[in-house]
C-alpha cells in the first residue's frame, strides 16, 4: 500500500478513539475526508474513514483490533486509500491494502503481525530506464516516455500521470533509477517518475469503451469453444464448494492468452494461495514460453486475514489492472471470490448499523458490483493506444442456490456465464460447467476471430456440438422414464454422440499436464472428430447396421483419450480413419 | 487493576458494564458474583463510558453487585509440552487430578493468520487405513478435512478410527507392523457441547490405545456453558500450534461437534441483537469459522504441521444449511456420512460422491502411493455416480429393460459399497489393499469403458480373473454381508 504521508495542507487533525467493535473504530475530533487513511491506536493499525457523522468518524481497520482501547490516538494522513504503481508489481503476491507478503514474512515471520506497513513497490530498488522521447518533443498524459524491463516478459512502459497537464519535454534521463527518482522534465515545471499513485476507489482515465471482438482465448475446451469470453469482457463463474470455481480460475490465470493476470484470492483459502505461489514460478506460459510468474501479480487476503482488507483487495486489484491496462497490455483480472467481498461490506454495513437490504446486505450491494465490472473493458487509453481489462468473478453462493443476491446483482451485469454445477462435480465430470444453463453474450462477436483464426467453419461446428447437446437432455428425460433401450436405434445412437461429446470434449482434466491446455485448434480438431463418428455411424445406421455393432467399434472409445495425448493431429487422424473403415467395413 | 461495580444490563451471555478508564477490545474480565464465584468474560464491544462483557460460563448468579476486573490482556493460553496426556476442562483448566501445570508459555488464544507466503503446500500423504478416504478422498498432512454427519451417525467411530491408524507411511518403515501404535500424531481433542458418554468413548479409547500419553483433551461437555463453546476451539489449536510450530509435532486435530459451537455463537448474536445472517447465524460466521479452520497447515522451515478433523453434525442432513456450507467453503473438502449407508450396515458409512479432498492431487501418484492411484480413483468415481444414478431408474423399468451395460455399472455400484466402502473399524487396510480392490472392481467393465485409467496401468492391474456379469454378483453379495456381520460383532 502505498506508504501515504501527511498532508502539509494542515487540513488532518488527529483524534481520539471512542468505541471499538471488531473491525470497526469510531474515533472523535478527527478531522478526515472520507475514505482517508488512517492510523489508529497505539500500535498504528491501517484503516480507512468510512463514514461521518458529525464529530464521529468511522474507520474500518485493516488489522486486528484485539486489546485496541478507547482514549487512543488516531493519526491523519488526510489522503485516500492508494496504491503504489510503477515496475516490480509483476512476480509479487500482496495483502488486500497492497503489503507485499515476502516483506512482510521478512520482518514479522510466518504469523502475520500487526502494525507494519511496507510499500507496494520497492522504492529502493534501480531500474533499467531508457527513454523514448527527446528533448524538445511534446507529452501529454497517457504518453509513453521510457521503458523499463519489468520482467522477462514484460516491458514496463513509463507513462505521464494522467493528472498530468503534459507540456515540452526539457531534459530526460537513461540509465539506472530508483522508481521515485525523475526521468523526465517538462517545460510545465511537472516531472515524470516510474512511480505514481492512484486512489483505489477510483477508476484510472481513458478515452473511450469498444465493443469487444477478440476472445480471451483460455485453453478450455467449453469455455473457448461453447461459451467465450472477450478480451475487455466479464464473466461470472457461481458456483457450490467443490465445484471448480477455483481450480478454473488457476486454469485461466495459467493459460488464457492475456499479457498480464492479476490474481486476487478475496477471502479464500490460504493454501490455493500458496500453491498458486509455488506453481507458477515453474510454469511457462504456453503462449510465451516465458514464466508464467513474470506476467502475474497476486493479491492474497484469505479468510482468515481481517475482513475490511478483503473489502478493499478487489479495487487495489483492478487498480493495478487498469496501470498496466493504460500501456496497452491485455490484462486478465480473477477475483475469488467475489462473495467474499460483498460478505466484507455486509459484515462492516452491518456494524455500522446500516438499513439491511435483501439477506442483510447493504442496499448498494448492487451498485459496488457494477461499478466494479464496470471497470473492466477494450478501451482507448489515454495516448493513443488500446488496452484491455477481462475481469473474471468466483460467485460462492450460500447451499449452491443462485437466487440470492451477489449471484443475481453478477449476473445482471456480466456478459458471459459459467454455471458450476455440484450434481457435475460429483461425479468428476471436470470443469463441472453446466452447458445447459451457461452462456455467453460474446459468442457472435467473437465468431469472426474464430473463423479466421482457427476454421471456417468453427461457428457451423460449435453448433453442431450445442445441438446434439440438446437432443441429449430431451431424450434423457425420456430415458429416465423408460430405459435407454426402449429408445428408436437413431435415438440410442444420438445419446452415444453425446456422451462422446461430454467425455472427451466438454471434459478436461486441469490435473492433468497435456489436458490442461487445449489450443483452440484442438479444441476444434477434437469437436470436429466427434462429429466425423456421428457422420459415420448415422451413414451405417442408414446402410442397416444394427446400433450395438456401430456403438461398439474399437476405434470410438479412444476419442476420449485426445485430451490427454500430446501429439494430438496424427492421433486424431488415426482415430478418425479408423472410424471411417471399421464402419464402412460393416456394410 | 481497577475494580467496577457499575453492572448496568445483564442479558443472556452478555454483561453491560459502565467504566471510566479504557478498556481493550477482547480483553479478558474477571467477574466476581456476590455469592464468591468467579466468571471469566471477554470484551465485546468497548466504548469510553460502556463495554460489552460476553461470560464464558454464562451470566447465572451476576446481579448489579458483582464485582467486574478488567485483567489488561487478551485470552491466553498457558502452553507446554507437558500438556501432552493432560485432560483440561473446556476453558483450560485441568479436570484430571494431575500436577499444576506449568507453562512455557502463554500464547494469544487468537491465533494470528499464517502469512500465505510462509505457509507450505501440504502434500504429505497421511495413511487413514479407510479406503474410501484413502482410494478416493486422500488426506495429506497440514489438511483441514471434516467429516459432515448426521445425528446418531457414526462420526466418532470414523474420527478414533482415524486417530488410531493415521500414519505416514515412508516414515513408518522399521517400526513393526500392526504394533496397535501406528500413529506418530499428537492428538489434540475438543470437545464442544458432546454428551459425557461420547466424551467418555473417547477418552476410554485412547486410553486403550495408549494414545493419551500423546493427546490433550479439552473437554466442554453438552452440561457445561454454552458461551465457553467459543473459547474451547482456540485453546485447541493454540495448543496445537505450539507443539507442532514450535515443538514439532505432527498433531492432529479432532474438533466436535462444530454444530454446537456455531450455535454458541448465534446464541452471542442474537443477545447482541445483531442483524442476523442465513437461519440465525451470525453474517460473520464464515470469519469466524476460517479463524478456525485456516489454523491447520504447514509452515516453511518447520518441522510439526497441524491436520484438522473437525466434525459437524448437520441439522436435519442437509448440506446446504449455513454450518456445513460455510465449512465446506472454508475447509479442504468434506467427509460425508450417508444415512442411507449406515441403515444398510455399511461401516464406515461414507458417501465418496459428495466427498472431496481437494489436496489428493499432490498427495498421491507415483512415489507417494501408487501410479495408478488418481486414474483409478477417478474411474471409480465415475462408474459409482453412474451405478447410482441408474438405481432410479431400475426401479421404475426393472433390471431385464437395462442394458448389458448398465447392469454392469448396477453391481459396480453394490459392491463398490459392500467391499470398497465396507471395512468396519477394526480393519486397517494400507492403500495398495484398497487400490487392489479397486481394480478388482473396475475389472468387472470392459477395458475400453476404462476412459480414465491410463493405458499402461490397465495393462498392469487389470484383471481378467475377474467374473463380470451375473455370475459375480451372487457371489458378491455372500462376501459382503459377510463383512457386514463381521463389522456388526465388534
Ligand atoms: N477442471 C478440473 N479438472 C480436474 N479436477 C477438477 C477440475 N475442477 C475442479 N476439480 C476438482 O474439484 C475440486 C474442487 O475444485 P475447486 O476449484 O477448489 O472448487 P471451488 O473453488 O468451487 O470450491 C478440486 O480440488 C479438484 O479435485
Ligand atoms: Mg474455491
Given amino acids: 500500500m502505498s506508504q501515504a504521508t501527511e498532508t502539509e495542507t494542515g487540513t488532518s487533525e488527529d483524534g481520539r478513539i471512542e468505541s471499538v467493535s471488531g473491525p470497526v473504530v469510531v474515533a472523535t475530533d478527527l478531522g478526515a475526508r472520507m475514505n482517508d487513511v488512517v492510523y489508529v491506536g497505539d500500535e498504528g493499525l491501517m484503516g480507512e474513514v468510512i463514514e461521518i457523522e458529525g464529530n464521529r468518524t468511522t474507520i474500518q481497520v485493516y488489522e486486528e483490533t484485539s486489546n485496541v482501547a478507547p482514549g487512543e490516538p488516531v493519526e491523519n494522513t488526510g489522503e485516500p486509500l492508494s496504491v503504489d504503481l510503477g515496475p516490480g508489481m509483476l512476480d509479487s503476491i500482496y495483502d488486500g491494502v497492497q503489503r507485499p507478503l515476502d516483506v512482510l514474512e521478512d520482518r514479522m515471520g510466518a504469523f502475520l503481525d500487526r502494525g507494519v506497513d511496507a510499500p507496494g513497490i520497492d522504492l529502493e530498488k534501480h531500474w533499467a530506464f531508457t527513454p523514448t522521447v527527446e528533448e524538445g518533443e511534446d507529452v501529454g498524459p497517457g504518453d509513453v516516455v521510457g521503458t523499463v524491463p519489468e520482467t522477462e516478459s514484460i516491458e514496463h512502459k513509463v507513462l505521464v500521470p494522467p493528472g498530468h497537464e503534459g507540456g515540452t519535454v526539457e531534459s530526460v534521463a537513461e540509465g539506472e533509477f530508483a522508481v521515485e527518482d525523475t526521468v523526465v522534465e517538462l517545460d510545465s515545471g511537472e516531472t515524470v517518475s516510474m512511480y505514481q499513485e492512484w486512489p483505489v476507489r477510483e477508476a484510472r482515465p481513458t478515452v473511450d469503451k469498444q465493443t469487444p471482438t477478440t476472445p480471451l482465448v483460455t485453453g478450455q475446451r467449453i469455455q473457448d469453444g461453447l461459451f467465450p469470453l472477450a478480451k475487455g469482457g466479464t464473466a461470472a463463474i457461481p458456483g457450490p464448494f467443490g465445484s471448480g470455481k477455483t481450480v478454473t480460475q488457476q486454469s485461466l490465470a495459467k493459460f488464457s492468452d492475456a499479457d498480464i493476470v492479476v490474481y486476487i484470492g478475496c477471502g479464500e483459502r490460504g493454501n490455493e494461495m500458496t500453491e498458486v505461489i509455488d506453481d507458477f514460478p515453474d510454469l511457462e506460459d504456453p503462449n510465451t514460453g516465458k514464466p508464467l510468474m513474470s506476467r502475474t501479480c497476486l493479491i492474497a487476503n484469505t479468510s482468515n486475514m481481517p475482513v475490511a482488507a478483503r473489502e478493499s483487495c478487489v479495487y487495489t486489484g483492478i487498480t493495478i489492472a487498469e496501470f498496466y491496462r493504460d500501456m496497452g497490455y491485455d490484462v486478465a483480472l480473477m477475483a475469488d471470490s467475489t462473495s467474499r467481498w460483498a460478505e466484507a461490506m455486509r459484515e462492516i454495513s452491518s456494524r455500522l448499523?446500516?438499513?439491511?437490504?435483501?439477506?442483510?446486505?447493504?442496499?448498494?450491494?448492487?451498485?459496488?458490483?457494477?461499478?466494479?465490472?464496470?471497470?473492466?473493458?477494450?478501451?482507448?487509453?489515454?495516448?493513443?493506444?488500446?488496452?484491455?481489462?477481462?475481469?473474471?468473478?468466483?460467485?460462492s453462493p450460500p447451499g449452491g442456490d443462485f437466487s440470492e443476491p451477489v449471484t443475481q446483482n453478477t449476473l445482471r451485469i456480466v456478459k458471459t456465464f459459467w454455471a458450476l454445477d455440484a450434481d457435475l462435480a460429483e461425479r468428476r465430470h471436470f470443469p463441472a460447467i453446466n452447458w445447459n444453463e451457461s452462456y455467453s453474450l460474446y459468442r457472435d462477436q467473437l465468431d469472426p476471430w474464430f473463423e479466421e483464426e482457427v476454421a471456417s467453419d468453427w461457428a457451423a461446428v460449435r453448433q453442431w456440438a450445442i445441438d446434439t447437446l440438446d437432443e441429449e437432455a430431451e431424450l434423457q428425460e425420456i430415458v429416465q422414464l423408460v430405459g435407454k433401450d426402449a429408445l428408436p436405434e437413431d435415438q440410442q445412437l444420438t445419446l452415444e454422440v453425446a456422451r462422446y461429446l461430454r467425455e472427451a470434449f466438454l471434459q478436461q482434466n486441469a490435473l492433468h499436464d497435456v489436458d490442461a491446455y487445449s489450443p483452440p485448434e484442438k479444441t476444434y480438431l477434437i469437436m470436429g472428430a466427434i462429429k466425423t463418428y456421428h457422420d459415420e455411424a448415422f451413414a451405417a445406421l442408414d446402410a442397416g447396421v444394427p446400433v450395438e455393432e456401430i456403438t461398439s467399434i474399437d476405434a470410438a472409445p479412444r476419442l476420449n483419450r485426445i485430451g490427454t495425448t500430446e501429439e494430438y493431429e496424427p492421433f486424431i487422424e488415426e482415430i478418425e480413419s479408423d472410424i471411417e473403415h471399421q464402419l464402412g467395413d460393416k456394410y | 487493576m481497577k475494580e467496577y461495580q457499575?453492572?448496568?444490563?445483564?442479558?443472556?451471555?452478555?454483561?453491560?458494564?459502565?467504566?471510566?478508564?479504557?478498556?481493550?477490545?477482547?480483553?479478558?474480565?474477571?467477574?466476581?458474583?456476590?455469592?464468591?464465584?468467579?466468571?471469566?468474560?471477554?470484551?465485546?464491544?468497548?466504548?469510553?463510558?460502556?463495554?460489552?462483557?460476553?461470560?464464558?460460563?454464562?451470566?447465572?448468579?451476576?446481579?448489579r453487585e458483582a464485582s467486574v476486573r478488567f485483567l489488561g490482556e487478551t485470552l491466553?493460553?498457558?502452553?507446554?509440552?507437558?500438556?501432552?496426556?493432560?485432560?483440561?476442562?473446556?476453558?483450560?483448566?485441568?479436570?484430571?487430578?494431575?500436577?499444576?501445570?506449568?507453562?512455557?508459555?502463554?500464547?494469544?488464544?487468537?491465533?494470528?493468520?499464517?502469512?500465505?507466503?510462509?505457509?507450505?503446500?501440504?502434500?504429505?500423504?497421511?495413511?487413514?487405513?479407510?479406503?474410501?478416504?484413502?482410494?478416493?478422498?486422500?488426506?495429506?498432512?497440514?489438511?483441514?478435512?471434516?467429516?459432515?454427519?448426521?445425528?446418531?451417525?457414526?462420526?466418532?467411530?470414523?474420527?478414533?478410527?482415524?486417530?488410531?491408524?493415521?500414519?505416514?507411511?515412508?516414515?513408518?518403515?522399521?517400526?513393526?507392523?500392526?504394533?496397535?501404535?501406528?500413529?506418530?500424531?499428537?492428538?489434540?481433542?475438543?470437545?464442544?457441547?458432546?454428551?459425557?458418554?461420547?466424551?467418555?468413548?473417547?477418552?476410554?479409547?485412547?486410553?486403550?490405545?495408549?494414545?493419551?500419553?500423546?493427546?490433550?483433551?479439552?473437554?466442554?461437555?453438552?452440561?457445561?456453558?454454552?458461551?465457553?463453546?467459543?473459547?474451547?476451539?482456540?485453546l485447541a489449536l493454540t495448543t496445537a500450534e505450539y507443539l507442532a510450530f514450535e515443538k514439532g509435532y505432527h498433531v492432529l486435530v479432532i474438533l466436535t461437534d462444530m454444530t454446537n459451537y456455531c450455535e454458541a455463537l448465534r446464541e452471542i448474536g442474537a443477545a447482541r441483537e445483531e442483524v442476523p445472517g442465513r437461519r440465525g447465524y451470525p453474517g460473520y460466521m464464515y470469519t469466524d469459522l476460517a479463524q478456525l479452520y485456516e489454523r491447520a497447515g504447514r509452515i516453511k522451515g518447520r518441522e510439526g504441521s497441524v491436520t484438522q478433523i473437525p466434525i459437524l453434525t448437520m441439522p436435519g442432513d442437509d448440506d446446504t444449511h449455513p454450518i456445513p456450507d460455510l465449512t465446506g467453503y472454508i475447509t479442504e473438502g468434506q467427509i460425508m456420512m450417508d444415512r442411507n449407508l449406515n441403515s444398510q450396515g455399511i461401516a464406515p458409512p461414507i458417501n465418496v460422491l459428495p466427498s472431496l479432498s481437494r489436496l489428493m492431487d499432490d498427495g498421491i501418484g507415483e512415489g507417494l502411493t501408487r501410479e495408478d492411484h488418481g486414474d483409478?480413483?477417478?474411474?471409480?468415481?465415475?462408474?459409482?455416480?453412474?451405478?447410482?444414478?441408474?438405481?432410479?431408474?431400475?426401479?421404475?423399468?426393472?433390471?431385464?429393460?437395462?442394458?448389458?451395460?448398465?447392469?454392469?455399472?448396477?453391481?459396480?455400484?453394490?459392491?463398490?459399497?459392500?467391499?470398497?466402502?465396507?471395512?468396519?473399524?477394526?480393519?486397517?487396510?494400507?492403500?495398495?489393499?484398497?487400490?487392489?480392490?479397486?481394480?478388482?472392481?473396475?475389472?468387472?467393465?470392459?477395458?475400453?469403458?476404462?476412459?480414465?485409467?491410463?493405458?499402461?496401468?490397465?495393462?498392469?492391474?487389470?484383471?481378467?480373473?475377474?467374473?463380470?456379469?451375473?455370475?459375480g454378483e451372487s457371489e458378491n453379495e455372500s462376501e459382503g454381508s459377510a463383512d457386514a456381520d463381521e463389522a456388526a460383532a465388534d
Fill in chain 1, 353 to 395: 448499523e446500516e438499513m439491511p437490504g435483501e439477506e442483510g446486505y447493504p442496499a448498494y450491494l448492487a451498485a459496488r458490483l457494477s461499478e466494479f465490472y464496470e471497470r473492466a473493458g477494450y478501451f482507448d487509453a489515454l495516448g493513443d493506444r488500446e488496452g484491455s481489462i477481462s475481469v473474471v468473478g468466483a460467485v
Fill in chain 2, 376 to 471: 483409478v480413483s477417478d474411474q471409480l468415481y465415475a462408474a459409482y455416480a453412474e451405478g447410482e444414478d441408474l438405481r432410479d431408474l431400475v426401479n421404475i423399468v426393472g433390471r431385464e429393460a437395462l442394458s448389458e451395460r448398465d447392469n454392469l455399472y448396477l453391481d459396480l455400484a453394490d459392491r463398490f459399497e459392500s467391499e470398497f466402502v465396507q471395512q468396519g473399524y477394526d480393519t486397517n487396510r494400507d492403500v495398495g489393499e484398497t487400490l487392489d480392490i479397486g481394480w478388482e472392481l473396475l475389472s468387472t467393465l470392459p477395458r475400453t469403458e476404462l476412459n480414465r485409467v491410463d493405458e499402461e496401468h490397465i495393462e498392469t492391474y487389470y484383471r481378467e480373473d475377474v467374473d463380470t456379469g451375473v455370475a
Fill in chain 2, 6 to 63: 457499575t453492572i448496568e444490563e445483564v442479558s443472556g451471555p452478555l454483561v453491560f458494564v459502565e467504566i471510566d478508564e479504557p478498556v481493550g477490545y477482547d480483553e479478558i474480565v474477571e467477574i466476581e458474583t456476590s455469592a464468591g464465584e468467579t466468571l471469566r468474560g471477554q470484551v465485546l464491544e468497548s466504548s469510553e463510558e460502556f463495554v460489552a462483557i460476553q461470560v464464558f460460563e454464562g451470566t447465572t448468579g451476576i446481579d
Fill in chain 2, 76 to 234: 491466553k493460553m498457558p502452553v507446554t509440552e507437558d500438556l501432552l496426556g493432560r485432560v483440561l476442562d473446556g476453558s483450560g483448566q485441568p479436570i484430571d487430578g494431575g500436577p499444576e501445570i506449568v507453562p512455557d508459555e502463554r500464547q494469544d488464544i487468537v491465533g494470528a493468520a499464517i502469512n500465505p507466503f510462509a505457509r507450505e503446500y501440504p502434500e504429505e500423504f497421511i495413511q487413514a487405513g479407510v479406503s474410501a478416504i484413502d482410494g478416493m478422498n486422500t488426506l495429506v498432512r497440514g489438511q483441514k478435512l471434516p467429516i459432515f454427519s448426521g445425528s446418531g451417525l457414526p462420526h466418532n467411530d470414523l474420527a478414533l478410527q482415524i486417530a488410531r491408524q493415521a500414519t505416514v507411511p515412508e516414515e513408518d518403515e522399521g517400526s513393526g507392523e500392526d504394533d496397535g501404535d501406528g500413529s506418530e500424531f499428537a492428538v489434540i481433542f475438543g470437545a464442544m457441547g458432546i454428551t459425557a458418554e461420547e466424551s467418555n468413548e473417547f477418552l476410554a479409547d485412547f486410553e486403550r490405545t495408549g494414545a493419551l500419553e500423546r493427546s490433550v483433551v479439552f473437554a466442554n461437555l453438552a452440561d457445561d456453558p454454552a458461551v465457553e463453546r467459543t473459547i474451547t476451539p482456540r
